[in-house]
């Protein structure tokens, strides 16, 4: 994920859970005094990693299931 902070143009580190409001680590800092507000993309990254492997194993689950049933 490569996204620009709103404010300054740099490579933005968080975002403002449910927008697409980028912004760098000086520029969150200094418009947000809560940071709770703030989602790092690295932390959304792991969380969209972990829904697609998910998403992966219980398709990969019903195919087996599927497969099952073919062979009785
Ligand atoms: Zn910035």
Known sequence: MNKKCIICGKQ????IKGTNDYYCEDCAKENFSDLSLLVSLEELAKEFKKHIVEKMKSSLKEENIENENLNE
């Open 12 to 15: 933005a580190k968080f975002v």
